[in-house]
């Protein structure tokens, strides 16, 4: 009777040789491309056998751990207050909550990848990850385009149609992630054959292009977005100074240009952390070594631990709520701090 073949643990397909070879050149039985084995009774010394758990995947899992935490803040904080309300705080919960499962999803994989070792759980929690970052990035857009109606329809911004749009953005963001997700396990998987794997498995190379592809048309959009709010913003402020006879050395410039600045570096980071794992994964398969991929995803979910910084916690409201929260105060500096172009 033949034996059932045991799941890869972790997130690439199996090469026996990605830990190094024996002495006599025959490579080291292993059970996952850079994702550990198991020991073996093949006689091998200690100093020979594979790692049982590989780095990377620590990593990762350290990586799921900070950033589950830190949007489980965010979302207790905007859950618990009746003040955040706004279709701005429900966009911002909506990126928490996406982060949040996203760092579920990367522990739930480690634990089921080194413990469970199924591949039905494998497919799982790919699906979660899957789901929780296609959220996390469509939120992205979301936030971007709700920054960009309030400051192109300023004087009805705050009204009934804007709450509409809002609800039906969350809608529609979380039901195409969960579609995303659900791939993996209603078969859309290489499980059945490795030669069709992406660079993360058990994505196939074509599911990986689509979810690639897809990224790049959002960043466009995303750029083509903030260059409008960049442009609003200066026009703004080109009008409120010659009103009021500003010089360009003024305070409310400089305020303004650092709006600019703040606009870069939110779209920068984003750019940083996923554009690497995007283009790599466009032109990589299965047959590159892992190294390259976890080099590569490793700072895609960095975003996920930026985001709070840039969208949860520099915001006033929810500062005064965090505090009131942590100490029952809100110190006079946050209470009283004006809103100025770099909070956009």
Not at 59 to 73: D, F, K, P, Q, W
Not at 220 to 241: E, F, N, S, T
Not at 243 to 260: D, I
Not at 264 to 282: D, H, K, N, Q
Request: with cysteine; charged share 10%; proline share 6%.
């Amino acid at each position: 009777m033949s034996e059932e073949p045991v799941a890869t643990p972790g997130w690439l397909s199996p090469d026996p040789t990605s830990w190094g070879a024996s002495g006599g050149g025959s490579p080291l039985p292993d059970n996952g491309t850079g994702l550990g084995a198991f020991p073996s009774d093949d006689g091998l010394s200690p100093g020979r056998l594979p790692l049982l758990v590989n780095p990377w995947d620590i990593v990762l899992c350290t990586s799921g751990t900070l950033i589950a935490c830190e949007n489980a803040l965010v979302v207790l904080v905007i859950w618990q207050n009746p003040a955040l309300r706004a279709p701005m705080f429900l966009l911002i919960g909506s990126l928490a909550l996406a982060d949040l499962l996203a760092g579920v999803g990367l522990v739930l994989h480690f634990a089921c990848a080194y413990l469970l070792r199924s591949d039905s759980a494998q497919l799982l929690t790919v699906g979660l990850v899957v789901a929780s970052f296609s959220a996390s990035v469509f939120s992205l857009l979301a936030i971007t385009i709700d920054r960009y109606l309030s400051l192109y329809y300023a004087l009805t911004y705050d009204s009934e149609r804007t709450a509409a749009f809002t609800y039906t953005m969350l809608v529609l963001l979380w039901g195409l992630s969960l579609c995303l997700g659900l791939l993996p396990v209603t078969g859309v998987n290489c499980l059945a054959e490795e030669a069709t794997c992406s660079v993360v498995r058990p994505l196939t190379k074509n599911n990986v292009a689509v979810l690639s592809v897809s990224f790049l048309l959002l960043f466009g959009l995303m750029l083509q977005l903030y260059v409008q709010i960049c442009k609003i913003v200066l026009r703004h402020a080109h009008q409120i100074a010659l009103q009021h006879h500003f010089l360009a050395a003024t305070p409310h410039y400089v305020t303004t240009r650092k709006g600019v600045s703040t606009l870069a570096i939110i779209l920068g980071t984003f750019a940083a952390c996923w554009m690497p794992f995007t283009v790599y994964s466009l032109v990589a398969d299965y047959t590159y070594p892992p190294l390259y991929t976890y080099a590569t995803l490793v700072p895609a979910t960095y975003n996920s631990v930026i985001n709070p910084v840039i969208y949860a916690f520099r915001n006033q409201e929810i500062q005064k709520a965090l505090w009131l929260v942590c100490c029952g105060c809100v110190p006079a500096s946050v209470a009283h701090r004006a809103r100025t172009p770099s909070d956009v």
